[in-house]
């Protein structure tokens, strides 16, 4: 009797450890959906499913999260992570690196940043952190001066010098690779370019330094980062695997942060 319950026992151990925990996170289109979803194939085996959910724009993915109807998040660096909890009162948590992916510039005018004309239309984000990071990197490329004061988030309004006159046009970042044919160039995050068929290393006629702030993180609910799959997601995230398709897949146009 007593062998007959230490059996049964067992085999309810085993199947409970057969069952694999499930949790959906958020991603935008692009790099850090293609990369989720190698994750996930690392993280089977290890007991997690992760159900890969796609989001069209910025906003939503930490609002998802904030409300419970996605378990974690991977598409945005600290910058603006730090301006979304602020602005939003999200009680959010980063637990691990992810990726850096530098912004192009791109252009179906032009194929040198010395050929933009007097007055040329310049495509930026109309977010604060990445349309700051976006006036940045043109300050780093030499078109334009920026206010010191206005540190990570500087706007059209801490432009101190622009030789060329560049009318900024602020889109959401997503609409940006479709607006081309009416910019004369745009600075585009990778993600957005990848989704709309733009090869970063082949298409861009220019990139942010690798040496940026902007790292992106894995993000889940602030009281969620000591849970036990929290830390099997990020051992996915930072596996061999994932490191190997990340370098095979992005040739150096996605950098891994960990």
Same mark, same amino acid.
């Given at each position: 009797?007593?062998?007959?319950?230490?059996?049964?026992?067992?085999?309810?151990?085993? %199947?409970?450890?057969?069952?694999?925990?499930?949790?959906?996170?958020?991603?935008?289109?692009?790099?850090?959906?293609? +990369?989720?979803?190698?994750?996930?194939?690392? %993280?089977?085996?290890? =007991?997690?499913?992760?159900?890969?959910?796609e989001f069209s724009d910025y906003v939503i993915p930490n609002q998802a999260l904030?409300? =419970?109807?996605?378990?974690?998040?991977?598409?945005?660096?600290?910058?603006?992570?730090?301006?979304?909890?602020?602005?939003?009162?999200?009680?959010?948590?980063?637990?691990?690196?992810? +990726?850096?992916?530098?912004?192009?510039?791109?252009?179906?005018?032009?194929?040198?940043?010395?050929?933009?004309?007097? =007055?040329?239309?310049?495509? +930026?984000?109309?977010?604060?952190?990445?349309?700051?990071?976006?006036?940045?990197?043109?300050?780093?490329?030499?078109?334009?001066?920026?206010?010191?004061?206005?540190?990570?988030?500087?706007?059209?309004?801490?432009?101190?010098?622009?030789?060329?006159?560049?009318?900024?046009?602020?889109?959401?970042?997503?609409?940006?690779?479709?607006?081309?044919?009416?910019?004369?160039?745009?600075? +585009?995050?990778?993600?957005?370019?990848?989704?709309?068929?733009?090869?970063?290393?082949?298409?861009?006629?220019?990139?942010?330094?690798?040496?940026n702030p902007y790292v992106n993180v894995i993000v889940v609910r602030t009281g969620?980062?000591?849970?036990?799959?929290?830390?099997?997601?990020?051992?996915?995230?930072?596996?061999?695997?994932?490191?190997?398709?990340?370098?095979?897949?992005?040739?150096?146009?996605?950098?891994?942060?960990?």
């Amino acid at each position: 009797m007593l062998r007959l319950a230490s059996l049964t026992s067992v085999l309810a151990l085993m %199947a409970s450890a057969s069952i694999a925990e499930e949790i959906k996170v958020g991603v935008s289109p692009g790099e850090h959906a293609e +990369i989720m979803e190698e994750v996930a194939k690392v %993280a089977a085996p290890m =007991g997690l499913d992760i159900d890969v959910v796609e989001f069209s724009d910025y906003v939503i993915p930490n609002q998802a999260l904030a409300d =419970g109807d996605i378990e974690a998040n991977s598409f945005q660096h600290v910058p603006y992570l730090d301006n979304q909890m602020a602005d939003r009162g999200f009680d959010l948590t980063v637990v691990g690196n992810t +990726i850096t992916t530098p912004m192009g510039v791109y252009s179906d005018k032009v194929t040198d940043l010395a050929d933009l004309e007097e =007055g040329a239309r310049f495509g +930026i984000p109309n977010d604060p952190t990445n349309g700051g990071r976006a006036l940045l990197v043109l300050q780093q490329l030499g078109l334009i001066k920026l206010d010191p004061a206005a540190g990570l988030k500087p706007t059209v309004l801490d432009i101190t010098e622009n030789p060329k006159g560049l009318k900024f046009q602020e889109l959401d970042a997503a609409q940006l690779p479709r607006s081309l044919a009416d910019l004369d160039a745009a600075l +585009i995050n990778t993600n957005y370019a990848i989704a709309s068929g733009l090869s970063p290393k082949e298409d861009s006629i220019a990139m942010e330094s690798a040496e940026n702030p902007y790292v992106n993180v894995i993000v889940v609910r602030t009281g969620d980062e000591n849970e036990p799959w929290v830390q099997t997601l990020v051992d996915a995230y930072h596996s061999d695997e994932v490191k190997a398709f990340i370098e095979e897949s992005y040739h150096g146009t996605v950098l891994t942060s960990w």
